[in-house]
């Protein structure tokens, strides 16, 4: 295979710049919990990601960024909502029937430790060439073998390591075998659950440049979760923030960090670490975040800890409005 190739896969379906990929449209998930009652873990949220794009999902823990990466992978079914891929919604369909069906190859998914996501009872060959053999059903083992390989170069991973077992592996390495096996079958949208959480601060540069490098080359559309918003800013176009379940701001990154207009999203820039800043008086959120347990639909979920609440705010849930250039927020006082 051709290193300098820019795709060595080839064209991947559905890639034409500035085309939707993929769309939540009121995409919500509930639980019902003891004693009564429903948890609103994801709601009435719509999200679209462009093919090609790659675009950040930020928020502290408990805010749904998880529960709503298990819907957009069809890892779940969703209470309601719609979930389009290339126009087709494919929550129509249950989790169990989707997992059959040739779309299922599309949305891959990059998980947050890869200590725990490989199988330990399967040697790097075996991890990579699953997903090839489920989704793909390859059997041909000579393209089996080629593929396995392919995936593993793209990654930078020896091929002396092929046959090892993830124990033998180090942090990075196994990183990049969990990056392997989800590009292996040539994904649209691949999915990003805090994929360098779990790594040393220099292994996390690595393979965050991995990450970009196989973009640019492969041309697939990146969902990337993290808590670090500076990674978010150095590898998304557009950054979305969730709040207890709803998406409160969207806006392209670097009009994000520049003049973020909801309150929740100054926070957490606000919390941002700068040696530069060191002394100065940062905001800070008072109280603690409302129950997600049947929350009021009529007030905004972040009343309460809001510094700009008004009375209003608790019995007028804001909306999603234009706030410039590709800029939303959900405020009435943005």
Request: hydrophobic content about 40%; some cysteine; aromatic content about 4%.
């Amino acid at each position: 295979m051709d290193i300098a190739d820019p795709n060595p896969f080839g064209a991947l379906p559905g890639t034409a710049v500035g085309v939707t990929l993929l769309e939540a449209q009121a995409l919500s998930m509930r639980y019902k919990v003891a004693g009564g009652g429903m948890l609103h873990a994801v709601d009435s949220v719509d999200l679209t990601i462009g093919s090609g794009e790659c675009v950040g999902l930020v928020g502290e823990s408990g805010c749904g960024k998880s529960t709503l990466v298990r819907l957009l992978a069809r890892l779940a079914d969703p209470t309601s909502g719609r979930i389009l891929l290339d126009g087709q919604d494919i929550a129509a369909v249950s989790q169990a029937r989707f997992a059959g069906m040739p779309q299922r190859a599309r949305i891959q998914v990059v998980f947050q430790d890869p200590s725990e996501s490989l199988n330990p009872a399967f040697r790097v060959f075996q991890s990579i060439a699953d997903p090839l053999r489920r989704l793909l059903g390859l059997k041909d083992q000579t393209k089996l073998i080629e593929r396995v390989r392919r995936a593993a170069e793209l990654v930078g991973l020896p091929p002396e390591l092929i046959e090892r077992y993830p124990h033998q592996l180090s942090g990075g390495q196994r990183a990049r075998v969990g990056i392997a096996r989800a590009i292996a079958p040539e994904p649209s949208l691949l999915i990003l659950d805090e994929p360098t959480s779990a790594l040393d601060v220099s292994v996390q540069a690595v393979i965050l440049r991995l990450l970009a490098d196989l973009q640019a080359r492969l041309g697939m559309s990146y969902l990337f979760v993290s808590h670090d918003l500076n990674v978010v800013r150095l590898l998304c176009s557009r950054i979305v923030v969730m709040y207890l379940g709803r998406v409160v701001e969207m806006a392209p990154a670097e009009a994000l960090f520049t003049g973020a207009r909801h309150p929740y999203t100054q926070a957490l820039l606000g919390a941002i670490p700068d040696p530069a800043k060191r002394g100065e008086i940062r905001s800070r959120l008072d109280g603690s975040p409302r129950s997600p347990i049947d929350p009021d639909p009529n007030a905004c979920r972040f009343h309460g800890r809001c510094p700009k609440g008004t009375e209003r705010c608790a019995t007028e849930m804001p909306r999603l409005t234009p706030a410039g250039q590709g800029h939303v927020v959900a405020c009435h006082f943005a």
